[in-house]
């Protein structure tokens, strides 16, 4: 499908704060594009400009410092692989980080841009809730701070506003050594989308589950403790969820496996 469009890409934030400013209702940001370019050839969106993220000073910006470990929006799933500060601090994130898509994709698909589609089976979500990451969104009127776990607001819906895009990612110091492993189902062995999928992490004594594909967004459970039963936490994460039967499973092979893998990280993950 032939369609056209205006192509940008800023060279410093501020001018990508002002594209967007004068763009709001038919601007697209362009970051890895493995669901903009796909969807603008399928005719699905048909923006009247695109703007190229990646060019700006600091937009692949990773690095630890005294915050934790920030990541700009061009940062690409493969970047956080690459990365010894996030394989040694925050090893959950290259848990989940491995487990979306393929090589390929990874190497064009960004952090901000899996978390921006706000798909209730982003893989990168379930990693940014129980680190108790937060995004930082800017626009013409300023930079503010939300955190993921108020970042959601519905299937494709986030809290940004029009004009507003997510300048980094702040993944916590406090949350560094957190141990945990991530567990997600698939059609098929390799890059198939996932029909749903458990994070646990476990930090000292607080121990923390996040579900994708189990509800309009991914969902972070706090309530699970160390003194529950299998049974017990596995009541306490399916009463947060509401999955639903679609063409990858039904809402009771859904509620099944999550059964299943919360009792299995609960053994696995010390």
């Known amino acids: 499908m032939i369609y056209e469009f205006r192509y940008l890409a800023p060279k410093t934030a501020s001018e990508l704060v002002a594209i967007l400013d004068g763009n709001k209702a038919d601007g697209k940001i362009l970051a890895g594009g493995t669901d903009l370019i796909p969807n603008i050839r399928n005719g699905l969106q048909k923006p009247r400009l695109v703007i190229d993220i990646k060019k700006y000073a600091g937009a692949d910006k990773l690095a630890f410092g005294s915050d934790g470990l920030t990541m700009g929006p061009a940062v690409t799933i493969n970047d956080i692989l690459r990365s010894r500060d996030a394989r040694e601090r925050f090893p959950v994130l290259c848990e989940c980080a491995h487990e979306l898509a393929s090589h390929q994709i990874r190497n064009r698909a960004t952090v901000a841009g899996n978390v921006v589609n706000a798909s209730p ?12 990451a937060s995004a930082v969104l800017r626009s013409a009127s300023g930079e503010r701070v939300v955190p993921f776990a108020k970042f959601f607001a519905g299937v494709k819906k986030t809290v940004l506003s029009p004009g507003e895009f997510l300048e980094r990612i702040i993944v916590p110091a406090s949350a560094a050594g957190a141990t945990g492993r991530y567990l997600k189902l698939k059609r098929i062995a390799g890059h198939d989308l996932g029909i749903v999928g458990v994070l646990m992490t476990r930090a000292g004594g607080a121990l923390r589950f996040a579900v994708s594909s189990a509800a309009p967004t991914p969902v972070l459970v706090e309530s699970v ?14 009463a947060a ?30």
């Not at 089976?121 to 108790?132: E, I, K, N, R």
């Open 121 to 132: 089976c982003s893989d990168m979500a379930p990693a940014l809730l129980c680190l108790g």
């Open 241 to 270: 969820v509401s999955p639903i039967s679609d063409v990858r499973g039904t809402k009771e092979y859904r509620e099944h496996m999550i059964g299943v893998y919360v009792r299995r990280l609960l053994a696995e993950v010390k």
């Open 225 to 238: 403790t160390l003194k529950d039963s299998p049974d017990e936490a596995a009541s306490k994460v399916l």
